[in-house]
C-alpha cells in the first residue's frame, strides 16, 4: 500500500527498519522478533537484487543464491556486485513471509486457528484437532467444515468466517445450516461451534443456525 517495506511483483519485503515502524518495537525487540519468525519458518531472510540484463527487481531468499542470482525473469546469472542493489553502501536484508504462511494468511488461517486456541483453553484436559476437511457423502453435496475437534471427549466441529454471514443469500444459507445438521448427526455430534473475525454475527445466521442446527 506504499507503506514501509518494497513491494516485488505484489509482495511485499520488509527490512529491520520497516518491521521497527510498523510493531513500534524497538530494535533489539524487533531484532528478537524476526528471529523468533525465522526460527519457526514463519519467514525467510533474503536481499532484493536488480538483474543486469532486463533490470527486474526481485527478492531473493539465502538459499537461492552464493556469489550470483539468477534472475527470475530472463535466467540470466548476475554477479552480487554493486549495481545488483540500490543503496548506498551494502545490500540490507530483506524478510518475507514464508509461502505457505503467506496464502494461510490470505485465506483467514487466523479464524479457525484462534477459535481452536479458544476451544483448547483451561480447564480442557484433553485436545485433539485437525485442519479444515472437505467431506463427500454419496449422492449428497460435497461439504467443506472449518473446524474439528475433539475437547475433553466431546466432538466438536464448527464454522469460522471472516465475514458475519455463513453465506452470502438466505437460501445458500439455509441449504448450508440442513448440510451441517446432516454431518452433525450422522457423526453424533457433541457441539456446533461458530466464530467469526467481524464484530458479530448477522441476525439471520444467529436465526438460522439456531433454528436448523441448534
Avoid at 34 to 53: A, K, N, Q
Avoid at 56 to 64: H, P, V, W
Wanted: aromatic fraction near 8%; charge should be positive; charged fraction near 30%.
Amino acid at each position: 500500500d506504499g507503506g514501509p517495506g518494497r513491494i516485488h511483483h505484489e509482495r511485499k519485503y520488509l527490512r529491520l527498519i520497516d518491521v521497527i515502524k510498523l510493531s513500534h518495537l524497538r530494535i533489539h525487540d524487533a531484532r528478537q522478533l524476526l528471529d523468533r519468525y525465522i526460527e519457526r519458518r514463519i519467514v525467510t531472510r533474503g536481499l532484493e537484487l536488480r538483474c543486469e540484463r532486463c533490470a527486474d527487481t526481485s527478492f531473493y531468499r539465502l538459499e537461492e543464491f552464493g556469489a550470483k542470482f539468477r534472475c527470475q525473469r530472463c535466467r540470466q546469472k548476475n554477479l552480487i556486485v554493486k549495481s545488483s542493489w540500490r543503496d548506498l553502501q551494502e545490500p540490507p536484508w530483506f524478510y518475507a513471509l514464508d509461502e505457505v504462511v503467506y496464502h494461510a494468511l490470505n485465506c483467514n488461517v487466523h479464524v479457525p486457528l484462534l477459535a481452536l486456541d479458544d476451544l483448547a483453553k483451561p480447564p480442557v484436559q484433553s485436545f485433539l484437532y485437525m485442519p479444515e476437511a472437505v467431506i463427500r457423502i454419496p449422492n449428497r453435496d460435497q461439504l467443506e467444515v472449518d473446524l474439528w475437534a475433539i475437547v475433553d471427549g466431546e466432538i466438536v466441529i464448527g464454522e469460522a468466517k471472516k465475514s458475519d454471514k455463513l453465506e452470502g443469500t438466505k437460501r445458500a444459507e439455509i441449504a448450508r445450516c440442513n448440510a451441517l445438521r446432516a454431518l452433525v448427526d450422522d457423526l453424533s455430534v457433541d457441539r456446533f461451534v461458530m466464530a467469526t473475525a467481524s464484530a458479530g454475527w448477522n441476525p439471520r445466521t444467529l436465526e438460522n443456525v439456531g433454528r436448523l442446527i441448534g
